[in-house]
């Protein structure tokens, strides 16, 4: 019976992680709806400003555009990571942490080698990492992700755009998951800053705008909103893409130990059943011998 105690504890233990697992799926796909509608409502107007921002580009000249569009090989490197507070969410903040490794290691080696590399961390997990490894981190925030907003996420926008605007950084790149949907999460490289403008992306499709007050003062305005939208856009991407892979990864862990308490279920039968026939086999057995 010693076995059927424990085959009995393993089941009434998978049972409550079942019903851990299954309430925190509830509760992210409950947070995935309102980061799903965040990213998709500012979606068309951020690439909106993006493809505007791209046609009249290409008629602007001098130290307007060439604020953001430096042509100098960089030297200085910063690299901004976003992952998440929290865990149990699959391989999100392992594929994050993976790529940064990766650009430090392969791509950028000789100037974080020379100490000119650095990088900006928002996300609990890629900080305690980064911080571990004793990777050049110049600032992290954990806070900001629980609670994101653009007035909130603002400061900081505007913080590593300066590093860039005085000079302190030659290049930007963001390492974050994009929201393609609630099972697929898109690990993206994106270079923020300077901005490329390549031929490739110049549409044939050229619209000639009227301006007021001038093309330089709009395309002035024009070029910081869009690179703010573009981080924002960035840090709801990866809090939505976290909503979903960690409903992903709780409905796996529920239909997992859905399927382990059927396992258990039918080894507990088995056990109990050879149980009962052991005792009947001693019942009649001894029967037997009172008859001799």
Not at 36 to 43: H, P, T, W
Not at 88 to 101: D, E, H, P, R, Y
């Amino acid at each position: 019976m010693g076995n059927l105690k424990e085959i009995r504890s393993r089941i009434t233990s998978v049972k409550s992680t079942r019903q851990i697992t299954s309430a925190m799926k509830m509760v992210s796909a409950a947070k995935l709806k309102k980061a799903q509608d965040a990213v998709i409502n500012l979606r068309p107007y951020s690439h909106k400003l993006h493809f505007i921002l791209k046609d009249i580009s290409q008629t602007i000249e001098g130290e307007i555009e060439n604020i953001f569009a430096r042509t100098d090989e960089p030297e200085k490197i910063l690299i901004v990571a976003v992952t998440s507070n929290k865990g149990l969410c699959g391989a999100f903040n392992a594929n994050v942490i993976k790529q940064v490794v990766n650009l430090i290691s392969i791509d950028f080696a000789g100037e974080f080698a020379e100490g000119k590399g650095s990088i900006i961390s928002f996300g609990k997990k890629g900080t305690e990492y980064f911080n571990s490894k004793n990777y050049p981190v110049l600032f992290s925030n954990n806070h900001l992700i629980d609670q994101l907003s653009y007035e909130k996420a603002l400061p900081y926008i505007e913080q590593i755009m300066n590093l860039y605007i005085t000079k302190k950084i030659d290049k930007i790149v963001l390492v974050y998951n994009k929201f393609k949907n609630a099972g697929v999460q898109v690990l993206t490289v994106d270079n923020f800053l300077p901005i490329e403008i390549t031929k490739q992306e110049v549409t044939e499709e050229h619209f000639d705008y009227i301006f007021e007050p001038s093309k330089e003062y709009i395309v002035k305005e024009l070029i910081p909103r869009s690179l703010r939208l573009q981080l924002f856009e960035a840090l709801l991407d990866s809090l939505a893409a976290e909503h979903g892979a960690r409903m992903t990864a709780m409905h796996k862990a529920t239909d997992n130990a859905s399927e382990m308490i059927k396992s258990l279920q039918l080894n507990y039968n088995k056990a109990r059943q050879a149980s009962i026939t052991g005792e009947i086999l001693e019942i009649v057995g001894g029967a037997e011998a009172l008859k001799k």
